[in-house]
């Protein structure tokens, strides 16, 4: 971590500057505070000398962190990066002084905006009794709605591991939730041969299992006496030989007392095999991921969600995304703090829960609405610019009503879990990755993306270099802005390309060349336009996956 630093580095200079960015954070909120009514106060920096004077310190600690050096001049990629931004930064603050009186912040929040993005709300909490969920690898604190701000969950912290540490924490977890089979654990997280965790790593390098699967794998284990025996094969396997008589136990170090065959007949036992393959699948699932992406070992992760919502707010589609910002929770009792993120609650219905969702069973459903096909269209373009390579159906939320009719119609959509993201991979490697329907995490492409909305390409087409590093100068870290960048350029010769091509007919497509439409053709554009969009073919199989739990559901 210590060859790359973050953004502007880590140094005397950066913390000046850190501070001068936080005095004048707090008053741009001071002044731009709506009141009760929602209304802003209408006023200009010009009016404001205390303002002004900020503007010159934070300008002023840039200037002392560039010190001089030339972009140009510098061999490091990384630390060319960092000073250009800091450049724009300097530009950006300047140019808003040379017209200074011209610039209302109440209607124009550009600058604060992008200074604000390095703070964050804190809130003091009851830790000890806060209600958390947790999942495989983190720990989510639910937070009730207050006046300031929606429901939602706090999420700490979290970075980038290899697959080592990843099962090295899992395993630590499993002997402290089933001490007294601790042995058994042990013994299949011995190291072999090419295997630092043994039979567990060999099975999650090999068997490893997409996460949107494992709840199909769970129904199906807990009924299904084969695929139980067929998902932990390997650890059977590993286990047969050294537990078949007193004595080979006893010399694997494990209990004398019990066959394989009687410790199968412990439901305890059972659960905790089937949990520890469950782990090392998914440690495995999340690594492959995070290789997929592009995301180094010692980067954030939870950071690339608040990017994900600032470039949708950019775009003009801030409510496609669960909104997620930087927050610090302070603890009541200790005074301990704790830095993350908050996302708000996803709207709609969450697809992993459909076997339990009326909703969900009714009649007859419409998936393929106008406004699925619009919203999803747009949700294409921003996963591509961002790199979002894990934008499967559990990652979304799907607003799902009962129309007078009767029939329940798909009216929108909400994009959660947008971690991982924002990678350094080049566009070609993705376009070689997934720039076709059967790559295994769906990320759109302009080779498989088809069409785009007229709205979108214009905005696209608008957006500069500048603007990213603006937007993300203190969320990501120099390379995966360049990174970002890369796509956008990509996306953008996609669309101007496809204002040059004589389309045929509408069916028409062609590879690497994005077709700009009005969203009135989009909207009435009938299921076969599923084949070009990937997002919205997988929805498509949403029906058929019901229709699996619905026959599970009437059987009992």
């Not at 909490?125 to 207050?146: C, F, H, N, Q, W």
């Not at 492409?445 to 785009?452: K, L, N």
Request: charge should be negative.
């Amino acid at each position: 971590m210590n060859s790359v630093r973050r953004l502007f580095g880590d140094s005397p200079q950066y913390s000046a500057m850190q501070k001068a960015v936080t005095r004048m954070c707090d008053k741009l909120n001071e002044m731009c505070t709506p009141d009760e009514f929602g209304v802003r106060p209408v006023f200009t920096p010009a009016d404001n000398d205390e303002l002004r004077c900020l503007q010159d310190k934070v300008v002023q600690t840039c200037l002392d962190y560039i010190d001089g050096r030339n972009p140009e001049d510098v061999k490091n990629r990384a630390d060319a990066t960092r000073l250009a931004a800091a450049l724009q930064v300097v530009q950006r603050i300047s140019m808003d002084k040379e017209r200074i009186a011209d610039i209302d912040f109440s209607k124009n929040m550009t600058l604060r905006e992008v200074i604000s993005r390095a703070r964050g709300q804190v809130e003091t909490v009851d830790l000890e009794k806060a209600e958390t969920t947790s999942g495989s690898m983190s720990t989510r604190i639910y937070l009730p709605a207050t006046e300031s701000r929606p429901e939602g969950y706090f999420t700490p912290s979290r970075y980038a591991e290899s697959l080592e540490i990843m099962l090295a924490r899992m395993v630590d977890e499993m002997k402290r939730t089933y001490p007294k089979y601790m042995p058994y654990i042990r013994f299949l997280s011995q190291s072999e041969r090419g295997a630092q965790y043994g039979v567990v790593q060999r099975s999650a390098d090999t068997t490893h299992t997409h996460c949107a699967d494992r709840v199909e794998i769970s129904l199906a284990c807990s009924g299904n006496e084969p695929a139980f025996h067929d998902y932990i094969r390997d650890y059977l396997d590993a286990l047969r030989r050294p537990m078949q008589t007193p004595d080979s136990r006893q010399q694997a170090g494990l209990p004398a007392e019990w066959s394989l065959e009687e410790m199968m007949e412990r439901y305890d036992f059972r659960e905790m095999l089937f949990k520890l393959h469950d782990q090392a699948d998914y440690a495995a699932n999340q690594y492959h991921v995070l290789q997929d992406t592009g995301i180094l070992v010692g980067r954030d992760v939870s950071q690339r969600n608040v990017a994900m919502s600032v470039l949708a707010e950019r775009l003009g589609h801030s409510d496609l995304l669960a909104r997620a910002s930087n927050m610090t929770l302070v603890d009541q009792a200790t005074g301990k703090e704790v830095v993350g993120v908050f996302m708000e609650k996803a709207k709609g219905l969450d697809l992993n829960r459909q076997h339990t969702e009326p909703l969900f069973f009714a009649a007859e459903m419409e998936w393929d609405t106008p406004q699925a096909k619009l919203q999803l269209t747009s949700m294409q373009v921003i996963d591509w610019i961002c790199g979002n390579t894990d934008r499967h159906t559990g990652n979304m939320f799907y607003d799902l009503r009962r129309c007078p009719d009767g029939v329940v119609r798909l009216m929108g959509v909400q994009g959660i879990d947008n971690d991982n993201s924002f990678g350094t991979k080049s566009v070609k490697e993705l376009i070689n990755s997934y720039g076709t329907e059967s790559a295994g995490h769906i990320l759109p492409t302009p080779e498989t993306m088809g069409i785009i909305r007229r709205d979108d390409a214009l905005k696209v087409l608008h957006l500069e270099k500048k603007d990213l590093s603006l937007l993300f100068f203190n969320l990501l870290w120099p390379d995966e802005i360049e990174a970002a960048w890369d796509r956008v350029e990509a996306l953008q010769r996609a669309i101007l390309k496809g204002e040059r091509v004589h389309w045929k007919d509408q069916w028409e497509t062609r590879r690497n060349i994005v077709r700009t439409l009005e969203d009135e053709e989009i909207a009435q554009m009938p299921r076969s336009v599923y084949a070009y969009l990937p997002s919205l073919k997988r929805l498509v199989k949403i029906p058929k996956d019901l229709e699996s739990h619905r026959t599970r559901r009437l059987a009992g």
